[in-house]
């Protein structure tokens, strides 16, 4: 099976400030149609999970353009260019791309 | 709007059934991938099942194979989970998510005895 690594496990940001989340994989996510099926979602406190960026990059709608998505193959970095309080949840990153489907540990942020 | 709404959840006990729910809306539901995910209190989140757009194919995370079935009506909008043989680990919120999102609210099923 796949393994997903996510780190750091958690961080504290002020607002504002960058903040950055990677996600390593044990295989390739590129898939043979040019597509990278990794995704970031984030759980904020009592809420379901919402999808961030899906396909490595993409942001889903109505998601501020301050998240981004990068990486290939098997590294990936979640970038959120300026924190404000809403980030506040855990992140996961989720590959798509071999049975069985898999998320990352998670990723706590809070707000200094 | 997309709108994904789980029901069906409930208290159990161990090695009963249960099957889950969930009613879609605000998008062409025939052609969409579709999964659960579930989440125990206070754990990460773990895939559990997905479902082909025309249910060609379904795959199971190993802990559920042979246990929980995925299933969908495309004709009423409806995706499935039936859960068999329930043990007390399977204890969680169960999301219902289209593939690349979004995701349902949860049900929550509690197993024990």
């Known amino acids: 099976d796949v393994v997903m690594t996510q780190t750091p496990l958690s961080l504290s940001v002020t607002p504002g400030q960058p903040a950055s989340i990677s996600c390593k994989s044990s295989q390739s996510l590129l898939h043979g149609d040019g597509k990278t099926y990794l995704y970031w979602y984030l759980q904020r406190p009592g809420q379901s999970p919402q999808v961030l960026i899906y396909?490595?990059?993409n942001r889903f709608s109505g998601v501020p353009d301050r998240f981004s998505g990068s990486g290939s193959g098997t590294d990936f970095t979640l970038k959120i260019s300026r924190v404000e309080a809403e980030d506040v949840g855990i992140y996961y990153c989720m590959q798509t791309m071999h049975l069985p489907y898999n998320f990352g540990q998670g990723t706590t942020l809070e707000i200094k | 709007q997309v709108q994904l709404v789980e029901s069906g959840g409930g208290v159990v006990q161990p090695g009963t059934s249960l099957r889950l729910s969930c009613a879609a809306s605000g998008f062409t539901f025939s052609t969409h991938a579709m999964h659960w995910v579930r989440q125990a209190p206070g754990k990460g989140l773990e895939w559990a099942a997905v479902i082909w757009n025309d249910g060609s194919k379904r795959y199971y995370e190993d802990s559920v194979k042979g246990r929980f079935s995925i299933s969908r009506d495309n004709s009423k909008n409806t995706l499935y989970l039936q859960m068999n043989s329930l043990r007390v680990e399977d204890t969680a919120v169960y999301y219902c998510?289209?593939?690349?999102?979004?995701w349902g609210q949860g049900t929550l099923v509690t197993v024990s005895s």
């Open positions: 998510a289209r593939h690349g999102g979004p």
């Open positions: 396909e490595l990059s």
